[in-house]
């Protein structure tokens, strides 16, 4: 044995050393960034003279990067806990025809038709948390369930009441609201006149909006999906709920036996993934002042695969937010970057296909990277 010097900290050979390329090679994110940086640099070469990164451009991909985004932050945070939620995109629609049944055909404000709306829907998400819990199924068998469930629902409610899957006059029924605009309004509009008339973005030059800015402002979408990020990163990695929340994916039975509340956590997580898919109803049904029936179709597989290219492991207990919100900014680029290339559009599917399989891939492969599997 070497001595060593008087007051020096002991080695614990229980710790395995890392170099700092491995530690960096193993986070989370490093995937999806490097995914970030190629795909832009490809759209780039071939998309940089048609537009896209012109300020309406960059407000296209922005907002739908900012769709998926929403979703992705609870499905991230749900996946990291060991489970799965495939009734988002069913939740979606059915929390937009909630609001819209509320204020339009039953005359309710619109504030509280959508507080309406979000104590549903998280009380159906507690719902399925206690399922999952309760009866040991996997997550994956009572979400499913419950995407027929909620489709089948919103399109009874919205036939039965109104003998049609699309309700219009939301936006009408919004007018004046206070909480509407938290949902539906723009904000910090006054810097995109400025700088419409600093000459730096360009503005309209025919009809009614002549010499207004092509971008008035930041749609309170981008806002939520930016504060959704921010609140669910530092839940993650800075509070003892995130570390239960990595604890309850990566061994429930070990984070039981040193006091976490697996149960509690998981089912705050499915709730947490029911309150992001309102918010994304809400900002929908405002956007377009209507509801339809058929919304969120497939979005639950977008967030999925948006987490999985973030660098979530399918297992749990592993996985970042901004990873997350950096596969949903990479959804939301390709999306309308191949529009902009002059791409025929179906191909994002194909692309959608491909990514989660390599995404897949090389998950697995830092997967063994940690554990030391073979």
């Given amino acids: 044995m070497v001595d060593q010097p008087p007051g020096a900290p002991t080695a614990d050979e229980r710790v395995q050393r890392q170099s700092t390329l491995r530690r960096a090679f193993v986070r989370p994110e490093l995937g999806a960034m490097a995914g970030t940086v190629l795909v832009f640099i490809y759209f780039a070469i071939v998309a940089g003279g048609t537009g896209m990164?012109?300020?309406?451009?960059?407000?296209?991909?922005?907002?739908?990067?900012?769709?998926?985004?929403?979703?992705?932050?609870?499905?991230?945070?749900?996946?990291?806990?060991?489970?799965?939620?495939?009734?988002?995109?069913?939740?979606?629609?059915?929390?937009?025809?909630?609001?819209?049944?509320?204020?339009?055909?039953?005359?309710?404000?619109?504030?509280?038709?959508?507080?309406?709306?979000?104590?549903?829907?998280?009380?159906?998400?507690?719902?399925?948390?206690?399922?999952?819990?309760?009866?040991?199924?996997?997550?994956?068998?009572?979400?499913?369930?419950?995407?027929?469930?909620?489709?089948?629902?919103?399109?009874?409610?919205?036939?039965?009441?109104?003998?049609?899957?699309?309700?219009?006059?939301?936006?009408?029924?919004?007018?004046?609201?206070?909480?509407?605009?938290?949902?539906?309004?723009?904000?910090?509009?006054?810097?995109?006149?400025?700088?419409a008339d600093m000459g730096w973005i360009a503005t309209f030059q025919a009809g009614n909006r002549a010499g207004q800015p092509v971008v008035d402002g930041i749609p309170m979408l981008m806002i939520w999906a930016i504060a959704l990020i921010i609140f669910a990163h530092v839940l993650l990695t800075r509070t003892r709920f995130g570390n239960w929340i990595y604890a309850a994916g990566g061994d429930a039975k070990a984070a039981r036996y040193v006091g976490v509340p697996v149960d509690r956590v998981k089912i705050a997580m499915f709730v947490f993934s029911a309150f992001c898919a309102t918010i994304f109803a809400a900002c929908q049904v405002m956007e377009f002042g209507s509801a339809a029936a058929d919304r969120g179709l497939l979005k639950e597989f977008e967030a999925i695969i948006a987490v999985v290219i973030g660098g979530a492991l399918l297992t749990g207990g592993y996985g970042s937010v901004i990873g997350a919100a950096l596969g949903a900014l990479i959804f939301g680029v390709v999306q309308q970057g191949l529009f902009f290339a002059g791409v025929e559009s179906s191909l994002f599917r194909v692309f959608l296909g491909v990514i989660l399989l390599l995404a897949v891939i090389l998950n697995t492969y830092i997967r063994r990277l940690i554990t030391g599997e073979r």
């Fill in 53 to 195: 990164f012109a300020a309406d451009g960059i407000m296209n991909w922005g907002v739908v990067s900012a769709q998926f985004a929403i979703i992705a932050v609870g499905a991230c945070l749900l996946m990291i806990a060991g489970e799965f939620d495939l009734s988002v995109g069913s939740m979606i629609g059915f929390a937009g025809i909630v609001i819209a049944l509320l204020s339009v055909h039953l005359g309710w404000p619109m504030w509280a038709s959508i507080i309406a709306a979000f104590i549903v829907a998280m009380l159906i998400g507690a719902a399925n948390g206690y399922l999952v819990i309760k009866t040991g199924l996997p997550s994956f068998i009572v979400t499913l369930a419950s995407l027929y469930i909620l489709r089948g629902l919103t399109i009874y409610l919205s036939i039965s009441t109104t003998r049609q899957t699309i309700i219009g006059g939301v936006r009408e029924a919004a007018q004046g609201d206070w909480l509407a605009t938290l949902f539906g309004g723009k904000v910090l509009g006054f810097i995109f006149y400025w700088l």
